[in-house]
């Protein structure tokens, strides 16, 4: 079977990937490698045949067992009632998560009742529907098969099967699986490469997972090595495809080029001009109330004076603790406030609001979050030209005070105008309040370069980022590249693939944004954390561990790399171990910075827990790491590796975290070298 595709070239990047998928399902029979599941449609609730015949995705409650239903998992539909068999199948393409029915389920459900709104729910790929369905008298008869749960116990909607049960359904069924489709980050990758431009893909995937993890990343590096180009690639490629009708896709990412007079964050904000009596706003302020708009969505309100209350008019909310009211008065200007809110018998009271003082023609609307708002990028580019701490830190700020109160993400604000009343600009179409919050769709993306006009990071703005450095630069491979660059440079966006409506809600955590992140939703039993806090034990003595915001940003990096397998697809381990080591660079290493006497001992130390895993801080550092050892360690291409004591030249072995020796060893060299060390080279 495989000597048909030894000479097979294929004609693109989707079609060389399905071809790599197909013969590893033959190599490895990867389809036993997943679960399978029963998932039952009662027709009496939802009329699941018409669904099947017209729907290639749906979700499905996820009511049993929702934790360990995988990304690939296969799945059966089960019809129950008087009629009840086998009508399709298909497979998991998003893991369980808090989502709504898709819009073009509802024609479908007969009894609205029996659904939540909102609920768990997984995201099933239809890969084969049935035409015969497989009944189920004919599955009393099978000797397997009639011992299934569905059969013996069918109260439920979710049945995992058992292994036997799974080859005895393959049998009947056939094969269902088709190749996937290329991933969100294998999509970008192309787009990159169309676009004309060569990173690896572990950069592309880091860059990935950190901004999907804290939508704060920074960028350092040598000049010239495309810093500032990745942040423009993925801004493009995650809002070219995703324009609304007549919109501009363009408005969804702005560019600021630093200012090294910056000293404060009028350049980013603007400012009221009290001499023209009006505010001068920046193209990254319309962005940011721009998403804002987006973000909240608005609801309008009917006002019942005489009761002193508001009823809801237009579809049900949830209301939880804290909502974003915004009064507009007869005459146009508005005001928004933050308050707590109670909903009973379809009545809100909201605290602070005094109904009776409100005119007739004023209007008062409820914003809540949008589920389904878009992503904004920003890219500050030279962002230490100017001092960070004093531009920033209001955002620096902002970001880290995110909680969630009740069911609403809450935030400080940032001030823009003292002005009684939020201003409007008609001449930009804006309205500019006095305080803004920074909606959770904004990601920002940061490029460093280090030289004598720049200024150094504080060790409090590394520690609110991951820094991803750029210093690999392939000469030799560089005519190839210009080659490629030559014939896909003239691509246009039309005719590359960029993100669509759905990717959106994948890099969002389906409109979530940093929700995960802020409630501590990854795993702390995970092997990472024993590592973390034997790496916290090692740096200690030395007053240089990290806090907790660094252990949660380490531990939802590892589960949004694991989650997506965009490291290692096939081996969950070593895509944690990856996902680890760079964590190890980005969030740890970067607060080093200072002197011979000071740092020498803890980087040695760390240089030997990366090699393999051993932290004794009880010991002394001669003991954890003798010289011959450091000596013996090679850096090649990538690999490292070490001669462990007693060994001899041909038994050298891996580096447990490669890219953790890689940096520990160019920041040791540079400290003897020049008595001084930091992790921005």
């Known amino acids: 079977m495989l000597a048909a595709f030894s000479e097979y070239e294929p004609t693109d990047m989707v079609e060389a990937q399905s071809l790599v998928w197909i013969c590893y399902q033959i190599i490895n029979e990867r389809l036993d490698e997943y679960r399978a599941w029963i998932f039952q449609a009662n027709p009496t609730f939802y009329d699941i045949q018409q669904a099947l ?122 094969d269902i699986r088709k190749p996937p489709p290329p991933s969100l980050l294998d999509r970008f990758c192309q787009y990159v490469r169309d676009s004309g431009f060569n990173f690896s893909r572990e950069l592309l995937a880091n860059y990935y997972v950190a901004l999907k993890t804290k939508p704060f990343v920074i960028l350092t590096g040598i000049s010239g090595t495309g810093k500032t180009k990745l942040g423009q690639l993925f801004a493009e490629f995650m809002t070219l495809g995703t324009a609304r009708p007549g919109e501009d896709p363009h408005q969804r990412y702005v560019f600021v080029s630093v200012r090294p007079d910056w000293t404060d964050s009028k350049g980013l904000l603007g400012f009221y001009n009290y001499l023209k009596g009006s505010y001068e706003p920046t193209d990254f302020l319309r962005l940011i109330i721009k998403a804002r708009n987006e973000y909240w969505k608005e609801q309008e309100l009917v006002i019942s004076k005489e009761e002193d209350t508001i009823v809801m008019n237009g579809p049900t909310l949830t209301i939880d603790g804290e909502v974003i009211v915004r009064i507009t008065r007869e005459g146009g ?30 209007k008062v609307s409820l914003l809540v979050p949008n589920r389904k708002a878009r992503p904004y990028f920003v890219v500050l580019d030279e962002m230490n030209l100017a001092k960070v701490e004093h531009y920033f830190s209001d955002f620096l700020s902002a970001l880290e005070s995110r909680r969630i109160r009740g069911k609403a993400l809450t935030q400080e604000p940032i001030i823009l105008h003292d002005q009684p009343q939020d201003l409007n600009l008609p001449q930009y179409g804006l309205t500019i309040p006095a305080r803004i919050e920074i909606p959770p769709n904004i990601y920002f993306t940061g490029t460093v370069n280090i030289d004598e006009t720049t200024h150094m990071f504080s060790p409090k703005v590394l520690d609110r980022a991951n820094t991803i450095e750029f210093n690999e630069v392939d000469l030799a491979g560089y005519p190839r590249i210009l080659k490629e660059r030559k014939s896909a440079g003239s691509g246009t966006a039309e005719t590359k693939s960029c993100a669509t409506e759905d990717d959106l809600l994948i890099f969002t955590d389906n409109g979530r944004f940093v929700e995960s992140l802020i409630n501590k939703e990854f795993d702390h039993e995970i092997p990472v954390y024993k590592e973390l806090e034997r790496i916290g034990d090692l740096l200690r003595p030395y007053n240089l561990h990290f806090g907790y915001r660094v252990v949660d940003e380490i531990l939802q990096y590892v589960h949004n790399a694991n989650r997506d397998k965009v490291f290692n697809e096939k081996d969950q381990t070593a895509n944690t171990e990856q996902a680890f080591d760079l964590q190890i660079v980005q969030k740890i290493l970067p607060k080093f910075h200072g002197s011979r006497n000071q740092l020498e001992e803890p980087l040695r130390r760390l240089l030997r827990f990366s090699l393999d895993g051993q932290a004794q801080p009880e010991l002394p550092v001669n003991d954890i790491l003798p010289n011959e050892l450091e000596t013996s360690i090679q850096v090649q291409e990538g690999r490292v590796t070490y001669i462990p004591r007693g060994s001899r030249q041909e038994d050298r072995v891996e580096a447990r975290y490669p890219r953790s020796c890689s940096k520990l060893m160019r920041m040791l060299k540079r400290l003897r070298d020049q008595g001084f060390t930091s992790f921005i080279e």
């Open 333 to 362: 200007q508005t005001t928004t406030i933050r308050t707590g809110a109670s909903l009973a018998g379809g009545k809100l009271q909201l605290e602070g609001v005094n109904l009776r003082d409100l005119k007739e023609g004023d």
């Open 53 to 174: 015949c017209t729907l290639t995705s749906m979700t499905w409650d996820a009511k049993q067992d929702a934790d360990k239903m995988n990304f690939g998992d296969t799945v059966y539909i089960w019809q129950s009632g008087g009629q009840a068999a086998i009508l399709a199948a298909g497979h998991i393409t998003a893991e369980a998560a808090e989502i709504p029915m898709l819009k073009e389920e509802k024609p479908f459900v007969r009894q609205p009742d029996q659904f939540d709104e909102t609920t768990r729910r997984v995201v099933l790929s239809i890969d084969k529907v049935l035409t015969e369905p497989i009944t189920r008298d004919q599955l009393l008869s099978h000797k397997t098969l009639s011992k299934m749960k569905i059969i013996r116990a069918p109260q439920g909607t979710n049945f995992l099967l058992r292994s036997e049960e799974i080859a005895a359904l393959k049998e009947l069924v056939g």
